[in-house]
């Protein structure tokens, strides 16, 4: 399984950045995909998931300001990020949990597969 991540920048605060993350290699209908990022001198930290059978969960940092989607040809992971803060100041990561459970959760400590990352940085 490869992840590559795109999209990241620099961008002010009240700004939008879309990160993609091109998946490849997976063949399991069961599968967690999520983002995680890792601001500057903290570890990295679950921001947003999406399961195979649809389920969605997003940090509480980040409700309403990112969404996590996938194209229909289901081989691209989206976040969408809105009104960006300096704290979102990171660098953010693509992950994969393939194959994954079938209870439509996915758990941040059995992603599998990662990307090699991309970095966003909000100036206020």
């Known amino acids: 399984v490869q992840l590559v991540e795109s999209g990241g920048g620099s961008v002010q605060a009240g700004g939008s950045l879309r990160l993609s993350c091109a998946a490849s290699g997976y063949t399991s209908s069961f599968y967690c995909m999520g983002w995680f990022r890792q601001r500057p001198g903290k570890g990295r930290e679950a921001i947003a998931s999406?399961?195979?059978?649809?389920?969605?969960a997003y940090v509480d940092s980040v409700k309403g300001r990112f969404t996590i989607s996938q194209n229909n040809a289901k081989n691209t992971l989206y976040l969408q990020m809105n009104n960006l803060k300096p704290e979102d100041t990171a660098m953010y990561y693509c992950a994969a949990e393939t194959p994954s459970g079938r209870d439509g959760v996915c758990h941040p400590a059995k992603y599998n597969y990662w990307g090699q990352g991309t970095q966003v940085t909000v100036s206020s």
């Open positions: 999406f399961h195979s059978d649809g389920g969605i």
